[in-house]
């Protein structure tokens, strides 16, 4: 096996292990991955350190830059199925959904493609007679790259673009719960010809290659999306060498619905916010808010069209919703649904694995839902990272936004009404990184994406996601 990716070549653990990557739709064995140990981590920052220090990227211009990632473009564009099937079968999701993975991964490319090549600096206007004062960009150096089992191509490459873009050199983890497509992608990304070091992976767990990659003192930058307790340990670990950090947590997403919205949209939304992949998603609309006078009609709806949710191998025709990643996982999501029983939610539907004996060597859950929840219960504080909602119903816009604001989180949220002032008034109050009005789930490469309060640190995609992986430098000079 040769799965790690160290200064323009492919080579195996030095010494790490190797572990055995599961398809969650029946528990067999795709692949045997190679795991890279400390060692292999100090090659790897070793190689990037040398391709930042020494080599021809940084010094490159952004419009050559622009250039390198256009021919990453076109590698996923050529290869768009090939890395939707092997995402689909390492995560679970259906094929259409990570083919719009592999087609917003591509659009990601392309947009900081084009950022990169037009953004070269400013002259400030300093007032003072005889200086000119210039504000340029410079790449931080080298990035270590860690992202989740979740999205594996899509946030990693939120990070990997602009960090590319910016003229870093980079060295990633996926998931060791998901790393094939990450391995798929860096084939990719290698073929166009990038100089040997700016980019290398390794792969393995938190303890054995993560840990050791945020506290090498060769990297500059950590950014990571996972989970809030990974979150607080790897920014512990960059305090300690104030390395530059940028955090992607976890999310408790309110979708809030008032009495005046449509209700089949509403209804089509709220399902697809919480069960889209299992749920297994941070942006999830998990907490359903909705307005009392409301709430029979609506949530008898959910529970009836929830109950119908064709599950299955996403490679399948017809299926809607995959199993979740991981026997572990699973059992985490069981636990949380037997706490939101213990605690007095009323379950409306699922709470269960499927019946179903097709499905019984996968890690599937049905999509469930729990009623008449209240803002006490740990079905309402936690990330479950499920197919589980919780419900909790309110009277006045005051109350809606108070229990949807009622969050250490902050990553994301909806509003659902006819009336577009009371829309717009009930987004600005509320304190998450996106809010949708009347919709759920859409995002573009150009607009920000983070979390307030405990969702995270910093801001992907947009503008503001390139500055990210950017030093600012102010160049004064008297003439
Ligand atoms: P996780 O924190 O367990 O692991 C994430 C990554 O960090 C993995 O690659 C893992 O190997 C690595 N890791 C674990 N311990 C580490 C350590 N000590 N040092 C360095 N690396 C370490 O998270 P997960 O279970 O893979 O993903 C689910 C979480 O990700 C959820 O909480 C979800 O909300 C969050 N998430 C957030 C966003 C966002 O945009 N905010 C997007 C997707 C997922």
Not at 442 to 453: L, R
Request: contains cysteine.
């Amino acid at each position: 096996m040769a799965d790690l990716y160290i200064n323009g070549s492919w080579t195996g653990a030095a010494d790490g292990g190797t572990r055995d990557v599961l398809d969650p739709a029946d528990g067999s064995v795709l692949a045997h991955v190679d795991e890279a140990g400390k060692s292999d981590v100090d090659d790897a920052v070793g190689a990037a350190r040398r391709a930042f220090d020494d080599g021809p990227w940084r010094t490159t211009t952004a419009g050559e830059r622009a250039t390198a990632l256009r021919a990453i473009v076109d590698g996923l564009r050529t290869n768009r199925e090939d890395l939707a099937r092997i995402e689909s079968l390492d995560t679970g999701k259906t094929i259409a959904e990570a083919e719009t993975d592999v087609d917003d991964i591509t659009a990601v490319f392309d947009y900081y493609a084009d950022t990169a090549g037009k953004d070269e600096g400013r002259v400030v206007d300093t007032g003072v007679k005889g200086a000119i004062s210039r504000i340029v960009y410079e790449p931080i150096g080298v990035c270590a790259l860690i992202a989740p089992w979740n999205y594996p191509l899509l946030q990693m490459s939120w990070k990997l673009a602009p960090a590319l873009a910016a003229g870093n050199t980079c060295v990633i983890k996926p998931s060791e719960v998901t790393p094939l497509a990450t391995i798929e992608l860096v084939r990719i990304i290698a073929a166009t010809g990038l100089p040997a070091g700016v980019l290398n992976l390794l792969l393995g767990d938190g303890a054995g290659t993560g840990a050791p990659m945020t506290e090498h003192p060769g990297v500059d930058m950590v950014s990571f999306t996972g989970g809030l307790e990974t979150g607080k340990r790897i920014m512990a670990t960059c305090a300690a060498d104030v390395k530059n950090v940028a955090l992607e947590l976890g999310g408790k997403n309110p979708n809030v619905v008032f009495d005046d919205a449509d209700f089949d949209s509403a209804v089509d939304y709220a399902l697809n916010a919480v069960f889209f992949h299992s749920g297994q998603v941070c942006s999830a609309g998990a907490r359903l808010i909705i307005q009392e006078n409301l709430h029979d009609r609506f949530v008898d709806e959910l529970a009836r069209r929830a109950a119908r949710i064709k599950l299955g191998r996403g490679q399948d025709e017809g299926v809607e919703v995959g199993p979740l990643v991981s026997e572990a996982h699973r059992a985490k999501v069981e636990r949380y649904i037997q706490t939101a029983k213990d605690e007095g939610a009323l379950l409306r539907c699922g709470g269960k694995r499927p019946d179903d004996p097709a499905l019984a060597d996968g890690f599937f859950l049905e999509p469930t839902i729990f009623d008449r929840c209240d803002r006490t219960m740990t079905i309402v504080r936690e990330e479950v990272f499920g197919p589980v909602l919780s419900v909790e119903t309110f009277v006045s816009e005051d109350e809606a936004v108070f229990l949807a604001n009622d969050t250490e989180f902050g990553l994301a949220g909806a509003v659902w009404t006819a009336d577009a002032g009371r829309g717009q008034r009930v987004a600005q109050r509320l304190r998450h990184g996106t809010v949708w009005i009347n919709d759920y789930h859409p995002y573009v490469p150009q607009a920000e994406w983070g979390g307030f309060g405990k969702s995270g640190i910093g801001r992907e995609l947009g503008p503001t996601g390139l500055e990210e992986y950017r030093e600012s430098k102010h160049i004064w000079q008297n003439t």
